[in-house]
């Protein structure tokens, strides 16, 4: 069920919070006694049964008192459980970044997102699995171990919030928190057969997040339909007093009744397409078919579709790699060993227990990582590649706004391949990189996007699209993609 469904079943009585919680509980346990599990959720909040109780006990009490409309109105996720990456702070529970350098952390405060859902009633079932520190394509680079694609088991899930996409495919949670970098919840999204969105940079509150890059993460959403989205990005939105970053967001797009929101009509849009996106030499034959067919669509349903020619997205990922591993590098130094996490002490002094911790702690695409962030920053490098990267990135903000200026939405394929086998490319880092070709210049923007399931490959794997609009154009990007959800 969707989160309409389910909030429908609940405030019905033909199902409980508890109930709920319990169904997801099973699930999670049935999946771990099979011979190849999930590994989706890695650690599941047992004592949310309690927030569950709590929930029924307020239905209970406002069924009584006849103020059951006026309380899912006030709290629309009551009893909808939903799962963390593991980036995110839960009050009380681990954040280990699926690192070892921290794996005894644990969070003593709630994220601003996370504080938001709870306070509309939902119900945090468990942390999901992730690439560690999100530096990764594929949820291989665990501390935990990867997570299996649900649809496939033998085949990676996509990253960096591959646990949390597997979480809602599994239906072990109703939706799920991602956090976006370069793609990271679009990317899984698609390899999953789910929606997975990205919102404008700053509509989202960071407090409480984990960072990897700084001016490009934002937490991002997974669900099984357009509304699954919607409803908790209507109660998450905003400006926040801890993050000086965040914004708020024009909600009246995004009105959410019991149909949910309204599709847009699709009649009339201008839609670009961007000839950078059409000669990719790494195209799949299928990813070009199923985009091929999405373009159609738009066509049919009387929206003009042209082609933009946007050179400047020839450099989107060296410039993203450049900025994004650069802000790594500065954000992963305070893990020391002496403020966060594991601490390995000899005795033999502070230099010597920073080394040992963080060769013994980080795994070893975040070293890589790290390093070439750090050589990107040094004296001799900071100003050829630092300063040019963000000058490019200037340069694209202004030119993507520009096409925004002319047209709708961007439209294109989310990743160049449907979905590979796991540990095919768990040693060659740059086709991993490369996965992530479609969906950076998005988080570089600033703008808003989502991948939608739009078709199958011959073997039976998930194809996205993905759908980009304008900053804090959010709630029209999701209606457009209502529109497809139910065409």
Request: negative net charge; proline residues 4%; glycine residues 8%.
């Amino acid at each position: 069920m969707n989160i309409l469904q389910i909030r429908k079943a609940i405030k019905d009585g033909t199902t409980s919070c508890l109930e709920e919680f319990l169904r997801c509980k099973k699930l999670f346990e049935d999946d771990n006694k099979t011979e190849t599990p999930l590994n989706a959720i890695i650690e599941f909040f047992d004592d949310s049964s309690k927030l569950a109780e709590k929930a029924d006990e307020e239905i209970a009490n406002a069924r009584k008192n006849g103020t059951l409309d006026e309380l899912f109105a006030k709290k629309p996720l009551l009893g909808v459980s939903f799962a963390v990456k593991d980036n995110i702070s839960v009050r009380g529970k681990s954040c280990t970044c699926c690192s070892k350098i921290l794996d005894t952390y644990i969070s003593p405060y709630n994220a601003t997102v996370i504080q938001r859902l709870l306070d509309c009633g939902a119900i945090p079932v468990g942390r999901a699995n992730m690439d560690e520190f999100a530096m990764g394509s594929s949820t291989e680079h665990s501390c935990y171990g990867p997570t299996r694609n649900p649809v496939n088991r033998d085949y990676a899930p996509g990253g960096s919030s591959g646990g949390s996409a597997a979480a809602v495919v599994a239906d072990q949670a109703a939706f799920a928190l991602g956090s976006e970098t370069g793609g990271s919840v679009r990317l899984p999204a698609s390899y999953c057969g789910l929606y997975g969105y990205k919102p404008t940079y700053g509509v989202l509150s960071r407090w409480g997040v984990v960072a990897f890059g700084s001016s490009l993460d934002q937490v991002g959403l997974f669900g099984n339909s357009v509304d699954d989205i919607a409803i908790p990005l209507s109660v998450m939105a905003g400006k926040d007093v801890y993050d000086d970053t965040s914004c708020d967001l024009p909600l009246d797009d995004i009105k959410v009744g019991e149909k949910g929101i309204a599709p847009l009509e699709v009649r009339g849009l201008k839609v670009a397409i961007p000839k950078q996106f059409l000669v990719n030499e790494g195209l799949d034959e299928d990813v070009a078919k199923t985009f091929e067919a999405t373009k159609e669509w738009f066509e049919k349903n009387g929206a003009t579709v042209k082609v933009v020619d946007l050179p400047i997205l020839d450099t989107s990922l060296a410039c993203y790699y450049v900025i994004a591993l650069s802000e790594a590098a500065s954000n992963l130094s305070r893990f020391d060993g002496i403020r966060y996490g594991n601490h390995i002490d000899e005795g033999k002094g502070y230099d010597d227990l920073y080394i040992k911790t963080r060769s013994e702690g980080f795994g070893d695409e975040v070293k890589r990582r790290i390093v070439i962030g750090n050589y990107v920053l040094s004296t001799n490098f900071s100003g050829d590649c630092y300063k040019t990267a963000m000058n490019v990135r200037h340069r694209m903000q202004k030119e993507i706004n520009e096409v925004f200026e002319k047209f709708d939405f961007m439209i294109c394929p989310t990743c160049p391949t449907p979905p590979f086998k796991l540990g095919s490319r768990i040693d060659d880092p740059l086709t991993m990189y490369l996965s992530d070709f479609f969906t950076i210049f998005v988080n570089l923007a600033r703008v808003t996007a989502i991948s939608v399931p739009a078709g199958l490959s011959k073997d039976k794997l998930p194809i996205g699209i993905q759908f980009v609009s304008g900053a804090l154009s959010d709630g029209r990007l999701l209606r457009l993609a209502k529109s497809w959800e139910v065409r």
